[in-house]
């Protein structure tokens, strides 16, 4: 079990072995029945517990980027820390005062407990750092592919936005084609216009005047004349 939580919520060891510490140590601070030693033993044990989770908080803290933890997280860990150590020293201080001194050999050996206790202790402690790094780094795995495909989102959205992007430009340009053709056409509609209304004013003055009607009984002479030359060149052998 891994002591430096993150986002795994119920996977982080560290609360049930919070409630452990904080349970053992209210039972040791209650244990009126118990021996120095036993009292000792004990505080030994909680003090090996303090350990491993104060050195989790350290390589939490000198690898902020890799874990997922809050800052706000890592200083409730501190105080707990803290706090068991205020505790653990209130019951050495009563322990003193109420259990009586013992000889600095029979204290030793109630710190450290037996060779086979200590034994049990450093492989559990093994055991423990062991199943620390694999979550540290199984958690660092999580992140390093969150953030992968994360990139790749990224690139895809970067990517359909420069799409959208060049297919408006190309809108923006076919838009303004048409708009200069048809300012084109409306100004050759407005020439033609024009010229037609010339030529209506012309032929109503031509009408109008006798000269006028002349030229045009000439014009319409001379298609005449044009056409029968015109039939003439193709019935004639």
Known sequence: ????????????????LKSEIETAIQEAASAHGWSSRQVEDALSRIQWDVDMVEESIERIVANKERFAMSNDEIQSRIKCVQNWKRQMDDVRADLTGGFGKTSSKGSREALLGSKQEQEERAKAKKALERDNQEFMEGEGMRQQLIHEELNVYLDDLHTSVTRL?????????????????VDDLTERTDANHSNMLDINKQVSDLLKSRQGRNQ??????????????????????
């Open 165 to 181: 992007g060049e297919m408006g430009l190309t809108i923006h340009h076919e838009l303004k084609e048409q708009e200069a053709i």
């Open 216 to 237: 045009l009984l000439l014009i319409a002479g001379l298609i005449l004349a044009l056409l029968v030359v015109v039939a003439l060149i193709f019935i004639l052998p």
């Open 1 to 16: 079990a891994d002591l430096t939580g993150g986002e795994m919520g119920d996977q982080d060891p560290f609360h049930s």
